[in-house]
């Protein structure tokens, strides 16, 4: 029998000890070590009974684990990644894959040279819910794609800010939520091509923007919007709709995502479909309502048991860094086109 594989974790915040907890309960894989340089990191480890480094390079050079998963402050990721690599470890990475493009071709680039593979993670990927959605638009369950209507509305509490790195250059709404939404966008309606956009700070006040208007056209000739606001107290978002991490009280009935194609439309996450009986019926026949089976999957447990199969050489990540990177790309078009005022295209990773 193979031996569980031996995984250190880079950044014990709030999403490195969610990382542990599906860990703690994954056969194939084991804690070997943790490096934080916060104040509780070294409470922490004694608990989780391994040792504790306050700089990762060491704790690489030490420890030697077979995999890391690194979630610390988005600025650091492509640093810390490449170290990682230039050690030989393949790496979970927390998204977003790093915070410029330049440093994200870098980290690409040395993955590649290196063989050493990234896995980023936009766990959602990983939902069953979400593979059902893409089998149903590739089967054609939809005819032609045509609009597409995403919200990611809801309330931060004020105490998320206390943390002073989510409110600098680096964070920001976009980057640490939309992007999650946009990866889905990209990964079920194809590569968009060009994006318009507005953003306000009006309601916290913050560097960062707190609410978000976005124009999309597909590369597929589909059209979508999706409007943010982490500042609103609403139900549509797929942290609350999904259920897929309890810690957020689920408002079940209400969709995040609504596709609609010239033979049917579905709503994410319920996966309901809409369709007529005959092909060329309208709007005076019945629409047809039909609920598409697939329960909300564990998608970050999913992710770890993908990634050490990754790590094993077993399977292809089924998201790299240069995916990623081309989700990161749409990010930073839908900047620079709210900054500007004018339509963006995502640039070329
Ligand atoms: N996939 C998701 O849904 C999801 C959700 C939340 C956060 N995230 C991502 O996870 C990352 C961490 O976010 P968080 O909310 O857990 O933040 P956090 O502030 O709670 O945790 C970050 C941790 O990194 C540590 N750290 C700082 N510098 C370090 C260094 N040089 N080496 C090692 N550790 C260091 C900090 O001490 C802290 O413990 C971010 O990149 C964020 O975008 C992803």
């Known amino acids: 029998m193979t031996s569980p594989l031996r995984i250190a974790l880079i950044g014990a915040g709030v999403m490195g000890r969610q990382h542990l907890q599906h860990l703690r309960q994954l056969p194939e894989a084991q804690l070997c070590a943790i490096a934080d340089p916060g104040p509780q990191a070294g409470d922490f480890a004694a608990q989780c009974g391994v040792a504790h480094f306050a700089e990762y390079r060491r704790m690489l050079a030490e420890v030697r684990p077979e995999a890391v998963i690194v979630a610390n402050p988005n600025a650091l990721h492509v640093a810390t990644a490449l170290d990682c690599l230039a050690a030989g470890v393949p790496v979970l990475l927390e998204k977003p894959v790093g915070v410029h493009l ?13 063989g050493v593979p990234i896995l980023v993670g936009h766990h959602r990927r990983h939902n069953p819910l979400i593979a059902r959605a893409r089998e149903l638009i590739e089967a054609g369950a939809l005819g032609r794609l045509t609009t597409v209507t995403a919200l990611w509305q809801l309330r931060k509490p004020d105490s998320y800010y206390d943390i002073p790195w989510r409110r600098e250059a680096g964070a920001g709404m976009l980057l640490t939520n939309l992007i999650h939404d946009l990866d889905l966008l990209r990964h079920l309606c194809g590569e968009v091509r060009q994006v318009q956009a507005f953003t306000s700070n009006g309601v916290r006040g913050f560097a960062n923007e707190d609410s978000a208007a976005i124009l999309l056209q597909f590369a597929g000739g589909a059209l979508g919007s999706l409007t943010g606001s982490d500042a609103v107290a609403a139900p549509w978002s797929w942290e609350l709709d999904s259920g897929e991490n309890p810690d957020y009280p689920r408002q079940a009935e209400q969709p995040c995502y609504l596709l609609a194609g010239t033979a049917g439309a579905l709503s994410i996450p319920q996966l309901k479909r809409w369709h ?9 026949e019945p629409l047809l309502q039909v609920q598409e089976p697939c329960a909300a999957g564990e998608a970050l447990r999913r992710q770890l048991q993908h990634f050490v199969e990754v790590a094993r050489g077993q399977a292809a990540p089924l998201v790299s860094a240069e995916d990623a990177g081309r989700t990161l790309a749409l990010v930073e078009a839908i900047r620079q086109a709210a900054e500007s005022g004018r339509a963006c295209a995502p640039q070329i990773i």
């Not at 330049?102 to 290196?114: H, I, M, Q, T, Y």
């Not at 007529?276 to 005076?284: M, P």
């Open 276 to 284: 007529y009986a005959e092909a060329g019926a309208g709007w005076h």
């Open 102 to 114: 330049d440093e994200v071709r870098e980290l690409v680039a040395a993955s590649r040279a290196s």
